[in-house]
């Protein structure tokens, strides 16, 4: 069973609505799906690098109560902090949560 304690974090969770701008230039934007109650669990963590910079990188698992609407390619945001929501994870046999996996820190979305 999933206890309301252990939801302690506000997660807000956005979907990529990016076009084309008026030249046929890529454009990001991002839009909010909701904010949710959540527990976020820091897994990993590495320096890599990138574009001959170091850059931190993690991965965490955040979970949340259970519902169908997240994806890959969405984001998470938690404490200002951006994380890249990979293939969602459903409980379901008791569709009580959804473990979302999680990077952090190469990009921002």
């Known amino acids: 069973m999933l206890e309301a304690g252990t939801l302690n974090?506000?997660?807000?969770?956005?979907?990529?609505?990016?076009?084309v701008d008026d030249l046929g230039q890529p454009v990001d934007g991002w839009a909010?799906?909701?904010t949710?109650?959540?527990?976020?669990?820091?897994?990993?963590g590495k320096e890599t690098l990138m574009s001959d910079a170091d850059v931190g990188a993690a991965s965490a698992s955040i979970r949340i109560r259970y519902r169908t609407d997240i994806t890959n390619g969405m984001r998470a945001i938690v404490d200002g902090v951006v994380f890249n929501i990979g293939a969602p994870l459903p409980d379901l046999a008791g569709?009580?949560?959804v473990d979302l996996p999680c990077t952090t820190g190469a990009n921002n979305g």
Not at 9 to 19: C, K, T
Not at 36 to 44: A, D, E, K, P
């Open 36 to 44: 949710v109650w959540g527990n976020v669990r820091m897994l990993t």
């Open 95 to 97: 569709r009580q949560y």
């Open 32 to 34: 909010e799906v909701g």
């Open 9 to 19: 974090r506000r997660v807000r969770i956005e979907r990529n609505i990016g076009g």
